[in-house]
């Protein structure tokens, strides 16, 4: 089977699994499978107010998708996209905040810039110290991660603390806040969705038609074989730990700039762990991550819809599950062929 192909239809069949699977769960639990979906359906994409908060869902696990989707492509398990959504959104407040005396033409790119650019740092942590000490990326980006919450809790609930109640920072100038594409009463859905979109595209190129592309690509197929033509390692281990820090960086200034405002105890929400679901289930590639972004942040908004109709919530994440565990299998087999090939 083509790859190009497969990478599309493994997706696509394992949803319509895990959709098939759960109409059993819901029939079992005495419900109606149709009604189920239709509120699903209904609860994701059945009004502007819907279909709004929909996009606000999908726009951050866009970006966080892209960054452990790029740090697997280099053959690097960023699972410290949390943290370096955090730091990244944490540190743009800090400045934006200040920003009021600018216009939005630089306050706007100026804090973006700086949350990529300190989650790119944050996550280049990580990368340095398996490019050159061989500390695995797993162990260094959760300990990074919990050093990045608990930083950040010290920060709203001290040097930046405003108010009562939720710890929160204050409110970032309104030069550095995303232009408002569409308002649904209370609901606003900023240019975030745009800048993920724009940013897939970015990435999708720079994977396929550059050089630093196929060199990330190449040390994450064949690190010995890369290294045996020329292509430094430890260069391109840190380099793909920065961008993927950078878009995780990205993530947290559209929740900062278009949704929040000012940096939240709970900004982040686990985002940067639905990341590597979502990673999964696009098959690491930029395009499919949109798709897949979109599918997570549709069944989270329905879900609501569902309980309506007397189905629990957590359906869907019995949904995801099984959807990330049909991708995850497939990949698994696959590896397992491949190696029985070379053995042979």
């Given at each position: ?216 690509k190449a040390v994450g197929f064949n690190p010995y074989a890369a290294e045996y033509g020329g292509i430094s390692v430890s260069k391109n281990i840190i380099l793909a730990m920065a961008i993927s820090g950078a878009l995780a960086g990205l993530a947290g200034a559209t929740e900062l700039m278009g949704v929040h405002h000012r940096f939240l105890g709970e900004l982040s929400g686990g985002k940067g762990f639905d990341g590597i679901s979502i990673a ?65």
């Open positions: 089977m083509n790859k190009r192909f497969s990478a599309i239809l493994i997706p696509i069949i394992s949803v319509l699994i895990a959709l098939a699977i759960s109409t059993v769960i819901i029939l079992l639990i005495g419900k109606n499978p149709l009604t189920a979906y239709s509120a699903l359906i209904r609860g994701s994409f059945g009004s502007k107010q819907a279909i709004a908060d929909t996009i606000i869902k999908t726009t951050p696990l866009i970006l966080t998708g892209l960054a452990v989707g790029f740090g697997f492509r280099a053959g690097v398990f960023n699972i410290g996209a949390e943290g370096q959504m955090v730091m990244g959104a944490l540190i743009a407040a800090a400045f934006a905040g200040n920003f009021g005396f600018l216009p939005p033409i630089i306050a706007i790119p100026l804090t973006i810039l700086i949350a990529m650019a300190v989650g790119a740092g944050y996550a280049a942590i990580a990368g340095f110290l398996k490019a050159k000490t061989g500390a695995h990326e797993v162990v260094t980006t959760i300990m990074l991660n919990w050093i990045a919450t608990y930083f950040a809790s010290y920060m709203v609930t001290g040097p930046l603390k405003v108010g009562s109640g939720t710890p929160k920072s204050p409110e970032i100038a309104n030069s550095a806040q995303l232009p408002i594409l569409m308002k649904v009463g209370a609901i606003e859905v900023s240019a975030g969705i745009i800048i993920a979109v724009v940013a897939a595209i970015f990435m999708y190129i720079l994977l396929n038609k550059s050089t630093t592309g196929y060199e990330i999964l289930i696009g098959q690491n590639n930029p395009i499919g991550i949109i798709f897949a972004a979109l599918l997570i942040g549709a069944l989270r908004t329905g879900s609501n819809e569902m309980q309506f109709v007397g189905v629990p919530k957590h359906m869907v994440m019995i949904i995801q599950g099984i959807v990330i565990f049909l991708v995850a299998a497939d990949r698994i087999v696959r590896t397992i062929m491949i190696r029985k090939k070379v053995t042979k």
